[in-house]
T-cell receptor, first 112, second 114 residues
Framework: DQQVKQNSPSLSVQEGRISILNCDYT??????FLWYKKYPAEGPTFLIS?????DKNEDGRFTVFLNKSAKHLSLHIVPSQPGDSAVYFC???????????FGAGTRLTVKP | ETGVTQSPTHLIKTRGQQVTLRCSSQ?????VSWYQQALGQGPQFIFQ???????GRGNFPPRFSGLQFPNYSSELNVNALELDDSALYLC?????????????FGPGTRLTVT
């Protein structure tokens, strides 16, 4: 069962513009959400997270928004840079549960 | 500070064989989680080891087993390999038994089963 879904396999944006990556989940018990970035031949690297008690978390150019009623979260990257080109994974988990569920990923391409 | 390392990088096995994958955790980390990432999918949680004990398991059959050593490095063993076991196997280390936070991933081992 795919409890975390990233419906856009790919996204292409121009350098300097905003990138918006979306993620939907079905398990209402999830209370911690993370975004990971993955470059080729490397493991995923942690980018930003948000707990269910918040609806927004910001870290520099990266902001994650959580809409619990819609079971939806999004990652905004502003401004986008060519170095942001990577595969982005959304992940979710219940507190005290080690089984973190990942989406299938969205490949972001930022064009110079 | 040494990051998470995995060996080997690539591996080709035949159906029915057994395989052992290895992971060295980041310095100071006592928890290792293993994930299977099939082509075009996100990582799927296999199990986690915390202080040498299994500390949670995903929906994988018993032929997937693991070990964690006193230095917190870890092994993933897969018996009776099947074609569907072909995937990228990732390990991630973290500090503490709740491995969902601040996990640091290795580059993975690409396993091909023919």
């Amino acid at each position: 069962d795919q409890q975390v879904k990233q419906n856009s396999p790919s996204l292409s944006v121009q350098e300097g513009r905003i990138s918006i990556l979306n993620c939907d989940y079905t398990n209402s018990m999830f209370d911690y959400f993370l975004w990971y970035k993955k470059y080729p031949a490397e493991g995923p690297t942690f980018l930003i997270s948000i707990s269910s008690i918040k609806d927004k978390n910001e870290d520099g150019r990266f902001t994650v928004f959580l809409n619990k009623s819609a079971k939806h979260l999004s990652l905004h990257i502003v401004p986008s840079q060519p170095g942001d080109s990577a595969v982005y994974f959304c992940a979710a988990s219940e507190y005290n549960n080690n089984d973190m569920r990942f989406g299938a990923g969205t490949r972001l391409t930022v064009k110079p | 500070e040494t990051g998470v390392t995995q060996s080997p990088t690539h591996l080709i096995k035949t159906r029915g064989q057994q395989v052992t994958l290895r992971c060295s955790s980041q310095s100071g980390h006592n928890t290792v989680s293993w994930y299977q990432q099939a082509l075009g999918q996100g990582p799927q949680f296999i199990f986690q080891y915390y202080r040498e004990e299994e500390n949670g398991r995903g929906n994988f059959p018993p032929r997937f087993s693991g070990l964690q050593f006193p230095n917190y490095s870890s092994e993933l063993n897969v018996n009776a390999l099947e074609l569907d076991d072909s995937a990228l196997y990732l390990c991630a280390s973290s500090l503490g038994g709740q491995g969902i936070y601040e996990q640091y991933f290795g580059p993975g081992t690409r396993l091909t089963v023919t």
